[in-house]
């Protein structure tokens, strides 16, 4: 091949092509973006920052263990700082949808740090001899085991962020359980209407929803922290110096920050074994389902203003219609419900790449790594704006709230022990035909005197076990 001006020529087993003489990359991530034009999505920055903390970790291991030289190492750390910093960015070109394991993934950020590393040297980029991508930056190192690596690394991460603001969210759910406890309301089943429930206790069950899928969440952690890394190609640690697994592991614990990270007890199935990222990736779910049950409750519940339940209002953040003036949607809780839908729909991609895998591997680690790392960060931002945007400003309408509560022929249960269910059933279907409160039927009947009523429907005794009978002990 004649040689271009500004360009440089470099060669792998397939044969030689041109690249820019100032490019970072090199023919093996030219050849990915070429064969792998699919969806315009790139690695994540916490991927990339991932696998160069992976990169970083292996070129220290390997000095302290004798198998790359001083002034190597310091370079290829260099490069690999800058990345996990925020640098180099722009130069990782490849489709989240590659070739399978995630090798040109892998190849991207082995270029990608040799050409960067070299420069450090002030060598030439392409000039190979100085720093080589195969040889010095993926010394003992396989795609098989760094991609899992740095895909565990990345979710830990990412769930990180998740977490605090799910904490946030179940916080701020409190405080509207607090705020709206006194706030006596209808209860609903199947939709129809059913015995009082206190607004506040809605919320603080909420709260517990999003609790308990937060500590599923922080379980799935867990199964991350098992590292296989030093397996290299298949698990059996093929071309690794003695004493890697665990140094290696020490050092990604230090540069990531990530506490608790161990070495795998067995390589072979921390390579094949996609079972901490479908663990996580069904906690995900789990969350996004109650996300999308609650989000639904808040839409119903602040539906109208004038023609449905209208409980609660919502703040009002943008106009809701291009036709009809003055109309204001529940935004926030509809974004949240597509989030949801996506991770469900993330979550089943990911459980058919997981079973795909065969024998020491699984090819199918890049659409896994993309549909996981896309689930936690679209519900971080959705929890986010859950919060700050919609539930810290929604406000009770008490006089809609205690008017519902006093129509709901459901109220008749509180006469279950004083007259039975049968005739109870009887008073409430007469409460429904003529159109009345019920309360006021009952003190027509004289099932109950006023006082009497009034005080088996205050807001606790009504919302409470054991209350309401021990009042009306001795009447029956």
């Not at 290829?76 to 180099?88: F, H, P, V």
């Not at 665990?246 to 614990?253: E, N, R, T, V, Y």
């Not at 005197?449 to 002990?473: D, F, W």
């Amino acid at each position: 091949m004649a040689k271009k001006t500004g360009m440089r020529i470099e060669t792998d087993s397939l044969g030689a092509r041109f690249l820019p003489s100032n490019a970072y990359i090199g023919i093996q991530t030219l050849r990915a973006m070429e064969n792998f034009r699919i969806s315009r999505l790139h690695a994540t920055t916490e991927f990339r920052e991932a696998t160069a903390i992976v990169k970083r970790a292996a070129a220290e291991a390997n000095y302290k263990l004798g198998v790359l030289d001083k002034r190597r190492a310091r370079a290829i750390i260099k490069a690999s700082d800058e990345i996990i910093n925020g640098q180099l960015s722009e130069h990782f070109h490849v489709d989240v949808f590659q070739a399978g394991a995630g090798t040109s993934h892998n190849m991207n950020a082995n270029e990608v740090i040799a050409n960067r590393a070299i420069e450090i040297l002030g060598g030439k980029k392409g000039d190979y001899s100085v720093i080589h991508p195969n040889d010095h930056v993926n010394m003992s190192q396989s795609t098989n085991d760094v991609i899992p690596t740095a895909m565990r690394i990345a979710a830990l991460k990412a769930s990180a962020a998740l977490i605090k603001e799910l904490n946030t969210l179940s916080a701020s759910l409190r405080k509207k359980a607090r705020e709206f406890d006194t706030v006596i309301k209808s209860g609903r089943t199947h939709l129809q209407d059913a015995v009082p429930i206190r607004l506040g206790q809605e919320f603080l069950a909420y709260a517990l929803a999003i609790e308990e899928s937060l500590g599923l969440i922080k379980e799935a952690q867990k199964g991350l922290k098992t590292l296989g890394i030093g397996g290299s190609a298949v698990g059996t640690g093929i071309n690794t110096p003695k004493g890697y697994q665990k140094l290696i592991c020490k050092i990604i614990s230090q540069v990531s920050g990530i506490t608790g990270l161990k070495t795998s007890d067995n390589l072979p199935y921390s390579m094949q074994s996609m079972l901490p990222f479908t663990t996580l990736s069904g906690s995900l779910k789990s969350l996004a389902i109650e996300l999308i049950r609650i989000s639904n409750d808040l839409r119903l519940l602040s539906s109208g203003p004038r023609t449905g339940l209208s409980e609660i209002t919502l703040p009002a953040l943008q106009p809701g219609s291009s036709i009809m003036p003055g109309k204001v949607n529940p935004v926030v809780p509809e974004m949240v419900c597509m989030v949801g839908f996506q991770v469900i729909g993330n979550d089943t991609a990911i459980a058919m790449a997981a079973q795909a895998g065969q024998l020491e591997l699984n090819v199918m680690m890049p659409v896994i790594n993309h549909n996981l790392l896309q689930s936690l960060e679209i519900l971080t931002n959705a929890v986010n704006t859950l919060t700050t945007k919609c539930l810290a400003g929604i406000k009770a309408d008490k006089k809609a709230c205690e008017r519902y509560f006093r129509r709901s022929a459901a109220i008749a249960t509180i006469l279950n022990p004083l007259i039975g269910y049968s005739e109870a059933a009887k008073l409430s279907k007469e409460a429904v035909e003529k159109d009345m409160d019920i309360a006021t039927l009952i003190i027509e009947k004289g099932l109950l005197t006023k006082k009497e009523l009034e005080k088996a429907l205050s807001p606790t005794a009504i919302t409470s076990p054991g209350m309401i009978k021990k009042h009306r002990k001795g009447r029956r």
